[in-house]
């Protein structure tokens, strides 16, 4: 079944007893080469990159490279590419990071984070999805308050485009025994206390026990980028 704005709520209604599996060949078989995966490489990226690996192995693959990613980000890139030959397109932002502190003033992270993402991240997804159908997400509801309502089929305001979150209704503790379970590579981080990873500029280690996105943009009171929620008006600059 396409999913369609007249049945999008219909259809992700009907998906919530399905696998991630199940929803990820739905979403192969309706869209083809017009569906793209978009993930930073976080665990429930590499989850659905594996299960794509026996569904649909070939799917384009978008990821952020905004330049402020650790070296360690970059490094399971690599590993992950190598390993599962991934059809991966690395997306940069118009500006290298010296041109943005020309044309806005260093350390822009510290100042305006949400121009700073704005810039480096939701314009340059945005240009990369055009031409696709739809495009599927690492969402989940236990990341944050923000996201507890995640739809795991939804039409994503800023593109137009259908948006699929297969592991919506998944856990952190499901994802890390799927990747214990399989022997997946991760982001070493993880080990030393940083649950979620954006940019070195913006992101510190957590406690244990403290919100799993509070090392995110942590002096801000920032806890989304701008990709799934609406941050910066469009305007002269994007």
Not at 129 to 154: F, K, P
């Amino acid at each position: 079944m396409l999913a369609t704005h007249n049945n999008i709520t219909e259809l992700s209604e009907r998906f919530e007893s399905s696998s991630p599996q199940d929803i990820l060949r739905w979403a192969s078989e309706t869209y083809g080469d017009k569906l793209a995966v978009v993930t930073s490489f976080q665990i429930t990226g590499i989850v659905t990159l594996h299960m794509l690996q026996d569904i649909a192995p070939q799917t384009p693959v978008l990821t952020l490279d905004t330049g402020y990613l650790f070296p360690e980000t970059l490094d399971l890139m690599d590993t992950l590419e190598e390993q599962f030959n991934l059809n991966l397109t690395r997306i940069t932002p118009r500006q290298t990071t010296s041109q943005q502190d020309r044309d806005y003033g260093t350390r822009l992270w510290e100042r305006n984070p949400d121009r700073c993402c704005h810039l480096r991240k939701t314009i340059p997804l945005r240009d990369a999805l055009e031409g696709y159908e739809a495009w599927v997400t690492g969402l989940r509801r236990d990341q944050s308050s923000s996201r507890s309502a995640t739809s795991i089929i939804s039409t994503d305001k800023r593109t137009g485009l259908i948006k699929v979150a297969p592991f919506a209704n998944w856990t952190e503790d499901m994802l890390w025994t799927y990747i214990h379970a399989y022997d997946l590579p991760y982001n070493k981080l993880h080990d030393v206390g940083y649950p979620s990873i954006g940019c070195w500029s913006c992101t510190k280690s957590v406690a244990e026990g403290e919100d799993v996105r509070g090392g995110r943009w942590s002096n801000h009171g920032k806890t989304e980028c701008g990709i799934h929620v609406e941050l910066v008006q469009e305007g002269a600059n994007g």
